[in-house]
């Protein structure tokens, strides 16, 4: 992406992370898990063991921490799960979170399709909504960044879900799992999952984001169009005017012949002066 445009980008985030109004408690625009120590309240329940922190190998390099989430394949620790009922829990839709990013790394065997979802409550089977796509996550050694919107067009409702937004307004549970199927708890796989810079953003709407480009390409049009236009302005007959006795002046201030007085023919004619 061009360099001029990741700048308007990163200034209409701004601007929405701004703009929304924060009136309840849960997550915050902004916030950010980088593991630097714990685990940041990031668990996969017993008799699961829960992730762990590595503390060197982040995107970063030898001494960035990461989460580490293993599964065997089989039982309670089959699947390639963590969920957070923590800062990662309550309103994101009075809080303006509308997305989350986050670093990601494979350690297995195969190709992994990494979702999040939201739970509306704790138990296993309650409802909540999941990424209806997943982001496919290469065996290469490598760290990906990804970014999950949480919007309509990109959950997916599972079980007797509530309306998204009265979901989003009281997350219990948030969770990142390894599914290829848009379901809330995960496939069973004998893997490992690095996870890093878990990331609460609010990311401007489409519509909000091309009015905002539209309003600063006009700007810089009209910018560029300035000169000629008071150019035009300042050579053209708006600068007449009719003296006391409706005759036709020009700006030089003395009287205009027909082909110099275009707009004081028009008043004129208009005016029935003509
Ligand atoms: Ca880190």
């Known amino acids: 992406m061009p360099s001029i445009f990741r700048r308007l980008f990163a200034i209409a985030v701004f601007g929405a992370t701004m703009s929304g109004p924060r009136l309840c408690a ?98 296993q089977t309650s409802p909540g909504f999941v990424s209806a796509t997943p982001f496919l996550l290469p065996v290469d050694n490598l760290w990906h960044h990804a970014l999950f919107l949480l919007d309509a067009a990109n959950l997916t409702a599972v079980g ?37 810079n878990i990331r609460a953003d609010a990311v401007p709407e489409p519509v909000t984001l091309l009015c905002f480009l539209s309003g600063l390409a006009v700007m810089v049009w009209f910018k560029r169009l300035a000169p000629s236009i008071d150019s035009t302005l300042k050579s053209s007959s708006i600068l007449e005017r009719l003296d006391a006795n409706c005759s036709c002046i020009s700006r030089r201030n003395i009287l205009c012949s027909s082909a110099e007085c275009s707009g004081c023919q028009w008043n004129s004619a208009r005016d029935g002066n003509g």
């Not at 065997?72 to 390639?80: E, F, P, T, V």
């Not at 997305?99 to 190709?111: E, I, S």
């Not at 708890?185 to 893997?191: E, Q, V």
Request: charged share 10%; glycine share 14%.
């Open 160 to 196: 007797a879900a509530p309306p998204l937004n009265t979901a989003l307004s009281s997350v219990a549970e948030f969770r990142i799992i390894n599914s290829s199927t848009a379901n809330l708890n995960g496939n069973p796989i004998a893997s490992q999952l690095g996870v890093d």
């Open 26 to 123: 849960g997550p915050i625009v902004g916030q950010i898990d980088t593991f630097t120590g714990s685990a940041q309240n990031w668990t996969n329940g017993a008799p699961a063991a829960d992730p762990v922190v590595v503390s060197a190998g982040g995107p970063a390099g030898a001494g960035d921490g990461f989460l580490q989430i293993t599964a065997d394949g089989a039982g309670a620790a089959g699947r390639l799960v963590a969920f957070n009922r923590a800062q990662w829990s309550g309103d994101f839709l009075s809080a303006g979170v509308n997305a989350v990013d986050m670093d990601l790394k494979n350690f297995g065997p195969t190709t992994l399709s990494i979702r999040v979802a939201l739970k509306t409550g704790t138990a």
